[in-house]
């Protein structure tokens, strides 16, 4: 098993910026991707961003030059840092992990339990 815990949500005025970090933790032999997606409410959920192993990202247009994606591959960690946020940016953000078991197993998705950002003033 593999648990995603995620931290930082929070409210935040419009303009402002939060840090979402989240660890991965459990049976873990190697970690394809890890990213973020968001779920506002009435909305289906979206992709925010996500990074693979080896640094390579993939982001929405409504969120490139305000949020970064980072990971840190010794610890299980990827973290968001979201700079010049919009009310359009309230959501309940979740932690996304494509998580390999055993060398030779096949991954499996995992998602965190999320955290709320909301945006206001």
């Known amino acids: 098993q593999v648990q995603l815990v995620e931290s930082g949500g929070g409210l935040v005025q419009p303009g402002g910026s939060l840090r979402l970090s989240c660890a991965a933790s459990?049976?873990?032999?190697?970690?394809?991707?890890m990213g973020w997606y968001r779920q506002a409410p009435g909305k289906q959920r979206e992709l925010v961003a996500t990074?693979?192993?080896?640094?390579?990202?993939n982001s929405a247009d409504s969120t490139k030059g305000r949020f970064t994606i980072s990971r840190d591959n010794a610890k299980n960690t990827v973290a968001l840092q979201m700079n010049s946020l919009k009310p359009e940016d309230t959501a309940v953000y979740s932690c996304?992990?494509?998580?390999?078991?055993?060398?030779?197993?096949?991954?499996?998705?995992?998602w965190g339990q999320g955290t709320q950002v909301t945006v206001s003033s």
């Open positions: 996304y992990a494509v998580v390999r078991a055993t060398r030779w197993g096949r991954a499996y998705d995992y």
């Open positions: 459990g049976s873990i032999f190697s970690i394809n991707v």
């Open positions: 990074i693979s192993t080896e640094g390579i990202t």
